[in-house]
């Protein structure tokens, strides 16, 4: 089973929430990925031993419940993961509150360099 495949069904109900805001729906690099205008606010996909949510600018999110990862130490600066390995693991309510800050700073606040 290749790696998108895999998190298929997962990926579709993310985006199911992620339909439900006025965030704007594209494929970017493969992936999908939502904006707000023409700002990158996050984008969901499938990896070989899990699926995540990258925010673009997450190291602007409060991270409140200490989920986020940084992708590549080092060399990411503004990018955070927020990494699953099972859809038991998404709360909507929880997920939807960091998709509903990322939009928030995403139409706020300057963009990050």
Sequence with gaps: MDKVNRWAAEIALLNQWLSETEMQHNIKWGSDVYSVGKRNVLGIA??????????FEGHLLADHQEVLVNAQEGKTKFLRQWRFTDVAELDKNTVMAYVFEAIENAKTKPKSL
């Design 46 to 55: 499938g990896f070989k031993n899990f699926f995540a949510i990258w925010y």
